[in-house]
């Protein structure tokens, strides 16, 4: 059984207030840069994630996806379309005295929305367009290569979701913050 949630409590409402990042300016700048997000779903009683590379379109508030025209995905977001997507990067560990002081930094942005296969020919030819862009900046339709053809457009499903609410959330340590480093390094 789930515990109650407060009537008061938004989807996008961060604990941490000292946390929170407000400025729209930035989440719009992480959604733009980060590499991939997960897309977080359900059906019936089973929660599903899937990590997909994506491109958010300011002017209609919206990510969009791209995957296969069958499977689990499209048939999770036909039957409940209300998802959470949420992309993060991971900055320095932060050691402690104590294990329970452990720490890490972070940046991180949660959407809560609805989400739909695209139908129309021109939106899914433009979220793919969008999807390229991002990913292969430096290349050119009808130079790098061809322009999306109609068998592409049938054999792939785009994927729109629109954004009610989101979050932003960041911890950032001094830069001389004691024995901090890079996990990877």
Do not use: C
Not at 8 to 20: E, L, M, T
Not at 49 to 72: D, M, N, P, S, W
């Amino acid at each position: 059984m789930s515990p109650m949630v407060p009537p008061s409590f938004r989807r996008s409402q961060v604990r941490r207030k000292d946390r929170a990042v407000d400025d729209q300016a930035w989440i719009v700048d992480f959604l733009h840069r980060a590499p991939y997000g997960s897309l977080a779903m359900a059906f019936r009683e089973q929660p599903y994630i899937v990590t997909r590379t994506f491109a958010y379109e300011e002017a209609k508030h919206a990510i969009y996806l791209h995957g296969a025209t069958q499977g689990r995905t499209l048939e999770y977001v036909r039957a409940n379309p209300q998802v959470a997507f949420s992309v993060a990067e991971m900055g320095r560990l932060l050691p402690a005295s104590r294990a329970g002081e452990f720490g890490v930094e972070y940046r991180s942005v949660v959407a809560f929305g609805r989400i739909s296969m695209v139908t129309d020919p021109e939106e899914s030819r433009h979220g793919l367009y969008l999807l390229l862009r991002k990913y292969f900046p430096a290349l050119q339709v009808g130079e790098d290569y061809q322009a999306i053809r109609e068998s592409e457009l049938k054999a792939t499903a785009v994927l729109r979701m629109d954004i009610d609410e989101w979050s932003g959330k960041e911890k950032k340590a001094p830069e001389d913050f004691p024995g901090a480093f890079d996990h990877l390094k």
